[in-house]
């Protein structure tokens, strides 16, 4: 029977919804035991969280100040040493995971499937490759322990359950590395929606032209609600920060509406998409491959176009 | 020595539009160009940048692959890795055997840092500097965006989900590539001419004692779902209102 540790993403005193949708894709694989460990300084108030969802057997959790920050160095040796028993070890694909798992698949002596989008049985996976333009299925022989990092925008979070699935404090005996040690994190601030989890967003491309051209875009997502993407070349130009970026080395977003202003459509930014239930493409050119995956589609300025809109939208407000 | 490993992945360029072959077996790759993975390139270019700041000596580049990965390696000497180093195979070498391949030229070569490329663009696993690093019980600073190396110390700076941020790792340690590490540069006529005399050494994995084996079988290839066609609108109006009528605003 398959056994599923998952690895907690949160920031100390919130799980990540990423979380639920690993939850998701290990319910996918029939009869799974779920599992999921929280390392943090205090862990009570994730584990309670996780312990929430649905179809989750136990929680575990590691309490250590060396816990405070997320430091995939010092979480792998203790994360590897949690999943002796467990068939398969999940974590999210975000900066988190993707740190984080081939860390512990090394340690494992394990394959590791990235980016799952389908768990079609214990032993085999469906994952994008180049970019997104191929799908490959892969299986893995069923006595290897797995390690995998779960494509967020391929799953939706589960339920919460009825009841809250037991939580057992655990302390790994693998000590934690002092090699590698936090200094900071600067985030953007942003009292808008999380990119990864915002049911819209507006995004911007290099015809934006500038920094402070972005903020008609600011702008028009307050108005929506919206979180705010760019594409490589208007964060590489500086017009947006780096966590804003959508595509293929970048987020990949799965909203309910993707609104492209600006924005070509490279194959490795359209890879970021492929997942939004509308698209929306604003563009001056009308020849831009961004068109080819639009829903709905507006040749014209982006300049004119976006006071526009946001006009008509506070009118049926 | 103050050394740099780099290592090297032969991929289908960048701008090389992917099709899934008609029986799924895999994607065409018969005469498509192929390149340095950009990502690797930014390694190379970074590895470089310390190396002419006078914090280390030499830059090895190393690819692991069949034997036209000697291509992409007489381009990253021309770019200026002082040698190259070839283990060539024509197996299927999954992260973690590259990973192996890399720990053993670790323990031999003892650089000062290992950096490599986040992710290949072919494969986009994002795995085998994480695995290196775990192997070679080092510190790991991925998807770096600036690198500064102080001593026996290095600051790395971190593009991750929530914004960037900043690592102290002791040397020798793993450092993997992001997009705004570097601008990778171009490589001149009389530098390709030069590269062609730079020590290139060709090994196989067996005598460093790695067996490549395939534990993840692809089954099957398949184009990504396609999307539906869309409508044009002519103006604002007509967008609001065909947004609207899918109640999304």
């Not at chain 1, 949708?21 to 862990?43: N, R, T, W, Y």
């Amino acid at each position: 029977m398959a056994k599923v540790l998952i690895v907690a993403e949160h920031d100390g005193s919130k799980l990540n919804p990423a979380t639920a949708k690993c939850v998701a894709c290990a319910s996918q694989i029939a009869g799974a035991e779920i599992s999921i460990v929280v390392f943090a300084a205090d862990p009570a108030a994730v584990a309670s969280q996780a312990a929430a969802l649905l179809g989750v057997a136990r929680v575990h959790t590691v309490a250590n100040a060396l816990h405070a920050q997320p430091l995939a160095a010092t979480i792998a040796p203790q994360l590897a040493e949690l999943a002796a028993g467990h068939s398969h070890v999940f974590g999210p694909s975000t900066t988190f995971g993707k740190d984080l798992m081939p860390r512990v698949a090394a340690l494992l002596g394990a394959p590791q499937i990235s980016d799952v989008m389908a768990a079609e049985s214990a032993t085999r996976f469906k994952r994008p490759i180049y970019a997104g333009n191929a799908i490959i299925t892969v299986e893995i022989p069923a006595d290897r322990q797995i390690v995998a990092t779960i494509r967020v925008a391929s799953y939706q979070p589960v339920a919460t359950q009825a009841t809250a699935a037991p939580i057992l404090a655990v302390t790994p005996a693998a000590p934690v590395p002092t090699h590698t040690r936090f200094v900071s994190v600067t985030a953007a601030r942003s009292d808008r929606p999380d990119l990864q989890t915002a049911a819209k967003v507006v995004s911007g491309g290099r015809a934006l032209g500038s920094a402070e051209n972005f903020q008609i875009l600011y702008s028009l997502a307050d108005k929506l609600g919206a979180g705010v993407g760019a594409s490589r070349a208007a964060v590489d130009a500086g017009y947006a920060a780096n966590d804003m970026q959508v595509g293929q080395t970048g987020k990949i977003i799965a909203p309910e509406l993707y609104l492209a202003f600006g924005i070509s459509g490279a194959i490795q930014h359209l890879t970021g998409i492929k997942d939004a239930r509308t698209i929306v493409a604003i563009n001056k050119d009308a020849e831009a491959p961004i068109f080819e995956v639009a829903d709905i589609g507006l040749v014209g300025d982006l300049f004119q176009v976006v006071p526009e809109i946001e006009k008509l939208i506070a009118q049926s407000n | 020595m103050k050394r740099i490993l780099v290592s090297i992945k032969r991929v289908v360029d960048y701008n090389v539009r992917i099709r899934v072959k008609p029986d799924g077996s895999g994607v065409i790759t018969d005469g498509v160009k192929m390149s340095i993975n950009p990502f690797d390139e930014i390694a190379l270019e970074e590895a470089l940048r310390i190396k002419e700041k006078g914090l280390a000596e030499e830059v090895v580049a190393v690819s692991i692959g069949p034997a036209d990965c000697q291509q992409q390696l007489r381009t990253a000497l021309a770019m200026g890795a002082d040698r190259a180093i070839h283990v060539q195979t024509d197996a299927i070498v999954e992260p973690l055997t590259a990973a192996q391949v890399l720990k053993v030229l670790a323990d031999r070569e003892q650089p000062m840092l290992a950096i490599l490329g986040k992710q290949a663009i072919d494969d986009d696993c994002s795995q085998t500097g994480q695995m290196l690093a775990a192997l070679w019980q080092r510190p790991q600073a991925t998807f770096a965006s600036k690198v500064e190396v102080i001593g026996d110390k290095a600051q790395v700076t971190r593009e991750v989900d929530a914004g960037l941020e900043t690592l102290e790792v002791d040397l020798p340690a793993v450092i993997t590539t992001d997009l705004r590490l570097n601008e990778p540069r171009y490589v001149k006529l009389p530098d390709i001419m030069k590269a062609k005399k730079k020590p290139l050494d060709t090994v196989d994995p067996a005598s460093l004692g790695v067996t490549p084996v395939e534990v993840v079988k692809a089954v099957h290839f398949e184009p990504p779902a396609a999307r539906s066609k869309g409508i044009m609108v002519k103006d604002a109006q007509e967008l609001v209102a065909a947004l609207r009528s899918k109640g999304l605003v």
